[in-house]
């Protein structure tokens, strides 16, 4: 194993992603869990229930008062009116009361209180003092939190802005609105809020025959609806812990399918972008399909296509320092030469033969400039829609006319009614085809025909161009297209052409899409008739 090279990014301890899934999930869960615990409407609906349940109570209780603890008082025929007979109330308040777990008061016609469940007369007179129960409140850091989110849930819209109980030394109907109601014949029901609960309370009219004779009130706190809320909410609690855990290691489980790998794409990177010699390579994950599966595999096949575009660059360099080389050597040997020879017809033929090998070296570079520059024309160019038979026409017009009388004559032969439109780099594809009829040229007889066909085929558009020349040596039909492969007449003169054109010409057609490919026309008889290109591009 390689050491890793200096300038990697140091790993974190914790990854970003991890981060963000934890808090996207766990924003979600808290929203959730904080409007269960909300309760909002099962709260009011316990209330209300516990309010309904309580008038009817007092009801009850205001009947069994009026009919055993009210009295007549003879004031004669004209003056009888009933009252409450304090002794016998006391007593019948406590009975009923005492089971209950609620404060009874009850209140005369006059609105003095007669009667207080608190404060009740035993045997003898004494006062007896009833101890209620202290309120339970939830404990430790579930009370704190529950407290907390109490307050914080007060502060919302719409949340009961109720009135404060008050409680004045000597109570009279007056300070209760619900007494008063009961005073004037009907239930009254009140709710009230004290320091840390509810006081929930109804109020009946104690009568006989019709005629009020005071008004009984009961109350009780909200220590029953507070211990049901809460068991509640601690149901939800617990529900909301197993779901927090679960959470928390499926958002771990998450981030790390996606945090390692990215981590050991970024690593493998790192080590390719540092590395030397292909030792380092990018992880494919074959067995990933998803998209992350898909990014392993995009990089690996970009980074073995970097690697070919490096050994393609390397390549290249050498073949263009030995194509440079053997014109400057030539070069070289003439200039040393001319230098001693004193004869003037060899130093003029010196002298031609340095003027030529300068013109080879200018062609040379002008072909290696043009071919180093086309990919980055290529991927900078705009593409548009190119009619291919209506270049062909341009090209071959454009060849007949700048050609010598005893050229190659050109036959155009282009499908009618076919479209013949691709989506490509107008500039470049012409410089395929007048290489490709250059080269027909090159290698045609004085007066020979070159063919030139265009039609459709089903989503392609084929360009066929044919010579009247030698053919293609066999076994050479793939090798013409390498840089630099000269296979020239031999009336041709040395250096004429640099052995790019077909090179190029296959490199912009695959960046088309396209293809393109040699072959020898066979006669009947099975002699070779001449070379025949064929140019396959893509339709729009």
């Known amino acids: 194993m390689a050491p890793a090279p200096s300038g990697l990014k140091k790993r974190r301890h914790v990854s970003p992603i991890l981060r963000r899934i934890l808090a996207v999930n766990l924003l979600a869960l808290g929203i959730l869990v904080a409007g269960l615990l909300y309760l909002g409407e099962y709260r009011r609906n316990m209330i209300s229930a516990e309010i309904g349940a309580l008038a009817m109570q007092v009801e009850m209780f205001a009947a069994a008062l009026g009919e055993s603890a009210v009295t007549t008082n003879d004031g004669g025929q004209a003056h009888q009116y009933q009252v409450i007979n304090p002794s016998a109330a006391r007593q019948i308040v406590r009975r009923l009361v005492e089971p209950t777990g609620t404060r009874a008061r009850l209140f005369g016609a006059d609105g003095v209180l007669i009667v207080d469940s608190r404060l009740l007369f035993g045997p003898g007179g004494i006062v007896q003092i009833e101890t209620l129960p202290p309120p339970a409140e939830p404990g430790g850091a579930l009370g704190v939190l529950l407290g907390l989110y109490d307050r914080l849930a007060s502060l919302l819209p719409g949340t009961e802005d109720l009135p404060k109980y008050r409680e004045n030394r000597e109570q009279r109907a007056a300070d209760y609105e619900e007494v008063v109601v009961a ?6 029901e009140a709710l009230r809020r004290t320091r840390s ?3 929930l309370s109804a109020a009946a009219p104690v009568q006989r025959y019709k005629q009020v004779s005071g008004a009984l009130m ?5 220590r029953d609806i507070d211990a049901a809320l809460l068991d509640v909410r601690v149901d939800i609690l617990k529900v909301f812990g197993v779901a927090l855990g679960i959470t928390i290691l499926l958002s771990i489980y998450l981030a790390g399918t996606i945090a390692r790998p990215l981590r050991r794409l970024a690593a493998s990177a790192q080590l390719v972008r540092h590395g030397r010699n292909r030792q380092y390579g990018i992880p494919r994950f074959s067995g ?8 392993a595999e995009s990089l690996s096949e970009m980074t073995e296509a970097l690697w070919q575009r490096l050994d393609a660059i390397e390549g290249f360099a050498a073949d263009v320092a030995h194509e440079i080389k053997n014109p400057l050597t030539s070069l070289h040997s003439a200039v040393e030469t001319a230098a001693r020879v004193k004869d003037p017809e060899q130093q003029r033929k010196l ?8 013109l080879r070296l200018d062609r040379l570079i002008s072909d290696i400039s043009d071919a180093s520059r ?5 991927s900078r160019a705009e593409s548009g829609p190119v009619n291919v038979g209506g270049m062909l026409a341009t090209v071959a017009d454009l060849h007949q006319q700048s050609g010598s009388p005893d050229a190659p004559h050109i036959s155009l032969d282009i499908a009618n009614g076919q479209d013949l439109t691709v989506q490509g780099i107008e500039g470049r594809l012409v410089q395929v085809f007048r290489n490709l009829i250059t080269n027909a040229a090159s290698f045609s007889p004085p007066g020979g025909e070159i063919s030139m066909r265009a039609h459709s085929e089903n989503e392609w558009i084929e360009v066929e161009i044919s010579d009247q020349g030698p053919g293609i040596p066999e076994g050479k039909e793939e090798d013409i297209f390498e840089r630099f492969y000269t296979e020239r007449p031999e009336d041709e003169a040395f250096g004429t ?3 790019l054109g077909l090179s190029i010409s296959k490199q912009i057609v695959e960046a088309h899409r396209g293809r393109i490919t040699a072959a020898n026309r066979i006669g009947g008889e099975g002699q070779v008739q001449g070379a025949r290109f064929v140019v396959r591009l893509p339709r729009n």
């Open 374 to 378: 086309l990919d980055a024309e290529l």
């Open 288 to 295: 990933r399909n998803d998209e992350i599966g898909d990014l």
């Open 197 to 199: 609960r509810l006081l």
């Open 183 to 188: 005073l004037s014949g009907e239930t009254g």
């Open 351 to 358: 002298m031609g033969i340095i003027k030529e090998d300068v």
């Open 497 to 499: 052409h640099s052995g």
């Open 218 to 222: 009961l109350s009780k706190d909200s």
